[in-house]
């Protein structure tokens, strides 16, 4: 069972930090590019961040660039969004996803269950 699960999601104030990690199991998904995906309500679900396999290489969405960091540890399969300077535009249901390349990342492999994350003004 491949799964991925999504953690650190939670209430935040404007101008403040969160951290959100995803965890990789019934498959290694070191050779993967991963990276979030978020849904606010109303709204499709848009890119966020991704990062190749290698960590080598990072794409973020304009709306993010400068706030949020994307990193990856795959000695222990995860992957990480530090988020910053947080708005409230940036609430939403954060996904963390799957890709066998960066190139195809905006249509994931795999999918996380989502954690919701909410910036208050």
């Known amino acids: 069972q491949v799964q991925l699960v999504e953690s650190g999601g939670g209430l935040v104030q404007a101008g403040g930090s969160l951290r959100l990690s995803c965890a990789a199991s019934?498959?290694?998904?070191?050779?993967?590019?991963k990276g979030w995906f978020r849904q606010a309500p109303g709204k499709e679900r848009e890119f966020v961040a991704a990062?190749?396999?290698?960590?080598?290489?990072?794409s973020y969405a304009n709306s993010v660039k400068g706030r949020f960091t994307i990193s990856r540890d795959n000695a222990k399969n995860t992957v990480s969004l530090q988020m910053n300077s947080v708005k409230p535009e940036d609430t939403a249901v954060y996904y963390c996803?799957?890709?066998?390349?960066?190139?195809?990342?905006?249509?994931?492999?795999?999918w996380g269950q989502g954690t919701q994350v909410t910036v208050s003004s």
């Open positions: 990062i190749s396999w290698s960590g080598g290489s990072t």
């Open positions: 996803a799957a890709s066998e390349k960066l190139a195809t990342f905006m249509a994931p492999d795999y």
């Open positions: 019934g498959r290694t998904f070191s050779m993967y590019a």
